[in-house]
């Protein structure tokens, strides 16, 4: 029996929130090695198992992989989530960095200063209702399919549902409007796999606060 993936990070979202829906979507079981002190960061970079220095890194299949993109990339093609062919696969890229644009704006809102606060939530909403939002609905309707490449589930899916709850936390009325991007949420979320990951108790991890901010600046000294 092959060992399950271990997961290095810190017990918050971050870049690591994507590969633990990914990871759940795709049916496999991880585990997670919290990264909780400075002395947990240095100990892996020490040894080596930090290519570039920096986490996430996940440990599967004999490798150390880091980077969040080639870990995505990797789930993604392992099991079966990253299309048929070269074009489908181009479109999963394009839909999936568009969803990173906007999720590292969610993100980062922790870290905005008060005083920018309000204009930085006011970017954010635009550009998802106006840039985002609109652009994966169109996707959706072009061609009346329930998934967003060649009408089976990719990696696109889970990572623009992923996005659609950040988006939700920061204000429910922003999905008004896109109706199939809504029953693209309900759609995935009832996958027995998703549904399973959203439920109390999961690795899902919440969204930040500043206590998980506070500890994220003592072990990464930011």
């Given at each position: 029996m092959a060992a399950k993936p271990k997961l290095y990070y810190f017990c918050g979202r971050g870049r690591m929130e994507s590969i633990r829906w990914l990871?759940?979507?795709?049916?496999?079981?991880?585990?997670?090695?919290?990264?909780?002190?400075?002395?947990?960061?240095?100990?892996?970079?020490?040894?080596?198992?930090?290519?570039?220095?920096?986490?996430?890194?996940?440990?599967m299949d004999g490798m150390k992989l880091v980077q969040t993109r080639a870990i995505l990339n990797y789930i993604a093609t392992k099991y079966n989530l990253y299309g048929k062919d070269a074009k489908e696969r181009a479109l999963i890229d394009m839909y999936t960095e568009g969803v990173a644009d906007l999720g590292e704006m969610i993100m980062t809102l922790i870290l905005t200063p008060p005083d920018q606060r309000e204009a930085k939530i006011a970017l954010i909403k635009d550009r998802a209702k106006n840039r985002y939002l609109v652009a994966f609905e169109k996707v959706l309707k072009s061609h009346g399919q329930d998934?967003?490449?060649?009408?089976?589930?990719?990696?696109?899916?889970?990572?623009?549902?992923?996005?659609?709850?950040?988006?939700?936390?920061?204000?429910?009325?922003?999905?008004?409007?896109?109706?199939?991007?809504?029953?693209?949420?309900?759609?995935?979320?009832?996958?027995?796999?998703?549904?399973?990951?959203l439920q109390p108790g999961s690795q899902r991890k919440p969204p930040l606060d500043e206590k998980v901010l506070e500890e994220a600046r003592k072990i990464f000294r930011f």
């Amino acid at each position: 029996m092959a060992a399950k993936p271990k997961l290095y990070y810190f017990c918050g979202r971050g870049r690591m929130e994507s590969i633990r829906w990914l990871l759940a979507a795709a049916g496999v079981e991880f585990e997670e090695k919290f990264i909780a002190s400075p002395e947990d960061l240095d100990k892996l970079r020490n040894e080596g198992s930090l290519m570039f220095q920096q986490v996430p890194m996940v440990e599967m299949d004999g490798m150390k992989l880091v980077q969040t993109r080639a870990i995505l990339n990797y789930i993604a093609t392992k099991y079966n989530l990253y299309g048929k062919d070269a074009k489908e696969r181009a479109l999963i890229d394009m839909y999936t960095e568009g969803v990173a644009d906007l999720g590292e704006m969610i993100m980062t809102l922790i870290l905005t200063p008060p005083d920018q606060r309000e204009a930085k939530i006011a970017l954010i909403k635009d550009r998802a209702k106006n840039r985002y939002l609109v652009a994966f609905e169109k996707v959706l309707k072009s061609h009346g399919q329930d998934y967003l490449v060649g009408n089976r589930l990719s990696r696109a899916d889970i990572h623009v549902v992923e996005l659609l709850y950040y988006v939700e936390e920061l204000d429910p009325s922003l999905l008004t409007g896109f109706p199939l991007l809504q029953a693209l949420k309900t759609r995935i979320s009832n996958l027995p796999n998703v549904k399973k990951f959203l439920q109390p108790g999961s690795q899902r991890k919440p969204p930040l606060d500043e206590k998980v901010l506070e500890e994220a600046r003592k072990i990464f000294r930011f």
